[in-house]
């Protein structure tokens, strides 16, 4: 007889998104002793029966006999998603961010994790601040733009995974999921480990957004949260786009009468979006709201002649920055 973890069974079934009854059927198992097993602490199960569940679930027998892996805190992990997203798919990255913590804390046995850097504030605190202590944090000056956010974050002991599109492509996710990002308890006495989960994102734009907004979780959504979802993923776009751009400093250069491309060279220097820029400046009173939906329009009217797509789909300078990629940790 082999004892076994259930709860790495549900981690396992999860990350190769298999059914609970596909997997009873394969053991000639009920659905309720498959349930009961995986509710349970510990299991007992025959090595015929293990043969199978490794065969199903292409995970190695010792995988099975490991204690679970770190669990999620503070209320578990959090999503930039579209609203196509579904509950498998959700499921799918908890578990996901459990295996990298796993892994991470692993490496650590072997080599020291940079220390955790980042501040966690109440949701409260106006983002502005967060934003600017978190830049000081990852050892930015008030006003310099971020070369690598990827690297800043990780030698800032955030754990930053990026799945290529081999993987992503073939998950169901894939286009409907930019990023999670969740605080994994540590083993024995190491302190509570970040993680950032990156779909495979191609456009340097959206993946520094994304890992602002994944920031912006991490800060300010760990200690309390806002009630409403909406109102919480609000904020975390007005803190990426805050990291990114600081308001003081961007706004300085905001020309009296803006046009989409003099709207360019503040977009190249401070790595952020057109579209990105033109919310920022609105929500600081920068930008009064007709100038704002005309230029959105435009956005979303002008042709990119190299792409032959609306500048909101593909703006101008869109493969003038690499896509960063990750300098210390996971390709996943």
Not at 42 to 65: G, H, Q
Not at 87 to 116: G, Q
Request: aromatic letters at 8%; one cysteine or more.
């Amino acid at each position: 007889m082999n004892n076994i973890y259930p709860d790495r069974l549900v981690q396992a079934r999860a990350l190769r998104k298999v059914k609970a009854i596909d997997l009873a059927s394969a053991l000639h198992w009920t659905p309720v002793r498959l349930s009961r097993t995986e509710t349970s602490p510990r299991a007992d199960i025959s090595d015929a029966e293990l043969d199978i569940i490794v065969d199903t679930l292409n995970f190695p027998r010792a995988f099975f006999m490991r204690p679970p892996a770190p669990e999620l805190m503070y209320g578990g992990i959090l999503h930039r998603r579209t609203k196509r997203t579904n509950k498998t798919e959700l499921t799918y990255w908890d578990e996901l961010a459990r295996h990298v913590a796993d892994f991470a804390l692993d490496l650590h046995s072997l080599r020291s994790l940079p220390p955790v850097m980042l501040p966690t504030v109440d949701h409260r605190e106006p983002v502005q601040a967060s934003a600017a202590e978190v830049r000081k944090r990852l050892g930015l000056a008030p006003a310099e733009p971020i070369d690598n956010l990827i690297l800043r974050c990780e030698l800032a002991g955030v754990v930053v995974v990026h799945r290529q599109p081999a993987f992503s492509n073939a998950s169901p996710s894939a286009g409907r999921f930019y990023g999670s990002s969740a605080w994994l308890r540590g083993r024995d006495r190491l302190a509570p480990l970040p993680v950032i989960l990156l779909n495979s994102i191609d456009s340097w734009e959206r993946l520094r957004l994304t890992v602002g907004h994944e920031l912006g979780h991490l800060v300010c959504h760990t200690q309390s949260r806002p009630a409403d979802d909406n109102e919480m993923e609000t904020q975390a776009f007005s803190f990426a786009s805050e990291l990114l751009a600081p308001i003081r400093y961007v706004a300085q250069e905001l020309p009296s009468r803006p046009t989409l491309n003099s709207l360019l060279p503040i977009k190249q220097k401070w790595g952020i979006s057109i579209g990105a820029l033109l919310k920022h400046f609105h929500a600081n009173y920068a930008l009064d709201t007709d100038v704002v939906e005309a230029l959105q329009k435009q956005l979303y009217t002008r042709r990119n002649p190299r792409t032959g797509k609306t500048w909101g789909a593909t703006e101008p300078g869109y493969d003038e920055r690499p896509v960063e990629s990750l300098a210390c940790w996971i390709h996943g």
